[in-house]
């Protein structure tokens, strides 16, 4: 699936000749995200090679700020492949763009987490558990049309204490 979202990605950067700035203070978008485990003690899913597919709703204060929430949901076999692990994650999200290259927009975003966790095993009984954390991210947008962006991002997800796991995403965003 990594290679499904670098494709897109490349294809998406390719395929345009302009930049444009972004408009709207509003968007609507896609993400796709792939979850790497910080430990085998501290972890972000207890599936095997988790990747997760979302909506993202943003509303923009002004060129530097914006806010956001992402809605997602995870499903993978577990790593001793002995039942089945389904999440459920809503992310509430604060957006830094310190400045603007062209149509390039670097951002940092800061925000938290919630998951709804179901593990389904094969032989015992299954486990639920509603857990928070924290997000932080490094990112970069790419305004590709007057009203559309990419951008790909590297997240760590943490439990205050410690590095609970990594996602790297890819997003399509509609402002309006």
Do not use: C, W
């Not at 439990?159 to 996602?167: L, S, Y």
């Amino acid at each position: 699936m990594k290679k499904l979202n670098i494709a897109l990605l490349g294809f998406l950067l390719l395929s345009v000749t302009n930049a444009f700035a972004d408009t709207g203070r509003f968007s609507l978008g896609l993400v796709s995200s792939q979850f790497n485990n910080g430990t085998e003690i501290h972890t972000i899913s207890e599936a095997n090679n988790p990747l997760g597919y979302g909506l993202y709703l943003g509303a923009k204060m002004d060129e530097h700020v914006s806010f956001g929430f992402t809605g997602s949901y995870l499903n993978g076999n577990l790593k001793n492949q002995q039942g089945e692990e389904t999440s459920y994650r809503g992310q509430a999200a604060i957006f830094l763009y310190p400045f603007k290259m062209a149509a390039l927009r670097p951002y940092f975003s800061a925000g938290l987490v919630y998951t709804y966790q179901s593990i389904d095993f094969s032989n015992a009984k299954n486990d639920q558990n509603h857990v928070l954390h924290f997000r932080d991210s490094l990112g970069l947008e790419y305004n590709f049309a007057p009203r559309l962006a990419v951008n790909v991002d590297f997240a760590l997800y943490n439990d205050i204490f410690h590095v609970i796991g990594t996602a790297t995403s890819v997003g399509i965003r509609y402002m309006f």
